[in-house]
């Protein structure tokens, strides 16, 4: 089947019904998109399709021929990051650095959608799970990144409301 990833057409010979992580990471050798949970629930796998964040390791391949699919490797280079790429690094998010993918294309679809988001916003938005705890450095980020200022006091309201979250999906 062909597929448009990146901004180009792919051939990948793979099942209509192989997640398309397995298509990224095996077919296609696309690393960047990293397998977290298997139940779209963490978000490692997350990319774009037609702009909106999609968790890759439950959407059948099938699902997205056709579409506009971006991944990680698309978003910015080593020498021209994405300002979102370019926040993360200011703002030194990453820790283990295995969830930062995943949020940075929940991130960019985000402010392509709402260039100057709240901390709801951000918080409805980014719903990624990140073991290091970082969700006060992505929620600077992505205010850096969208060139807002984030409030005061939202610091800490990011340290819990990604977490309170997790625990109310596996309740």
Request: glycine share 8%; charged share 20%.
């Amino acid at each position: 089947m062909e597929l448009q990833i990146n901004g180009r057409p792919v051939q990948a010979e793979a099942d209509p019904d192989m997640p398309l992580l397995w298509v990224l990471r095996d077919v296609l050798h696309m690393t960047g998109t990293k397998f977290g949970c298997g139940v779209a629930a963490c978000g490692a796998c997350t990319v774009r399709i037609d702009g909106q964040a999609v968790r890759s390791c439950v959407t059948p391949v099938s699902t997205v021929a056709g579409r506009r699919i971006e991944t990680i490797e698309a978003l910015g280079t080593p020498e021209q990051p994405h300002p979102l790429q370019a926040a993360w690094i200011a703002e030194q998010v990453p820790q283990c650095g295995y969830c930062q993918s995943g949020m940075l294309m929940a991130a960019a679809a985000l402010l392509a959608k709402k260039p100057r988001p709240t901390d709801a916003d951000i918080d409805e938005a980014i719903t990624n799970i990140c073991r290091c705890g970082t969700y006060q450095r992505v929620r600077a980020a992505i205010h850096r990144a969208a060139g807002t200022a984030a409030p005061s006091g939202s610091v800490a309201r990011a340290a819990t409301a990604p977490a309170a979250r997790a625990r109310s999906r596996q309740s």
